[in-house]
């Protein structure tokens, strides 16, 4: 079995973050780890708070957690601010000298969808700048392309020009721009060696989505750790969401959770 490392917020209410990854990790047969960048206070009626953690916790978490359970991948997710941001970038730094080749995949959490900051500008700078040279996959949403590629990003002809953009500033990106907030909501995928390719999907009657962009950029970082191609792997995590959209049971009072584990059911 192999091991997989989530760095992201807790979400205490298992939709999001570190919870809904372990989830996604072992429905794909991985076993999963975790470092918490931020404690949230939220449920299905949207983020209420939160705390970043101490960047010295961080690091020390980082290198316990490498000495004995290192990771055959890595997904990133909230980091919240420029001084976590700076601990992860030296975090994979490292990893990248030992494991060249092996997959990181960022989720650029920037915003709640309630409308929370949860990345400071500060720290978005220097993601721009020093952490997405260090990943090789990026899954952002149409307003986290914008904010990263500086473009504005409405409909699936800006998706390609802004996912371009970005591509040209990072060479060896792959960028999957989900299109979940489109009419029709397909997904860009365009590799880093510029292949492009669109993946269609279905708009679902569902109540049940928060935490869609979680469990997708977990599913793909546990695809590609398992071998799969680009393309087959992008295909394979937007079904994997789209399933778990279907099976979901209704909880909470607002956007609920998916059902993660549905493929051991």
Request: glycine share 8%.
């Amino acid at each position: 079995m192999q091991t997989v490392l989530s760095i992201a917020g807790f979400d205490p209410s298992s939709g999001a973050g570190i919870t809904a990854d372990l989830m996604v990790f072992a429905a794909h047969g991985l076993f999963g780890t975790s470092a918490i960048t931020s404690l949230t206070v939220q449920s299905t009626l949207g983020v209420r708070n939160s705390q970043p953690v101490s960047p010295d916790l961080l690091r020390e978490t980082l290198d316990c957690l490498h000495s004995d359970l290192p990771p055959a991948g890595v997904k990133l997710g909230m980091l919240a601010t420029l001084e976590i941001v700076s601990v992860v970038a030296d975090y994979l730094e490292r990893l990248r000298s030992l494991s060249p080749v092996a997959p990181i995949v960022l989720d650029p959490v920037l915003r709640s969808s309630s409308g929370r900051e949860l990345l400071s500008p500060g720290g978005l700078a220097l993601l721009r700048e020093r952490l997405l040279p260090l990943v090789n996959w990026v899954t952002p949403n149409l307003d986290e392309l914008a904010l990263l590629s500086g473009l504005k990003v409405t409909n699936q002809q800006e998706m390609v020009s802004a996912a371009q953009a970005l591509a040209k500033n990072c060479p060896k990106l792959n960028i999957v721009a989900t299109g979940g907030h489109l009419d029709q909501p397909d997904d860009l995928l365009l590799t880093a060696e510029g292949e492009q390719h669109w993946i269609v999907g279905e708009r679902i009657d569902s109540n049940s989505t928060h935490g869609t962009g979680c469990a997708f950029s977990s599913a793909l970082l546990s695809r590609l750790v398992r071998g799969e191609a680009p393309l087959e792997a992008t295909k394979g995590a937007k079904e994997y969401v789209a399933e778990a959209i279907r099976r979901a049971v209704l909880l909470g009072y607002g956007k609920g959770p998916l059902n993660h584990l549905w493929p051991l059911r």
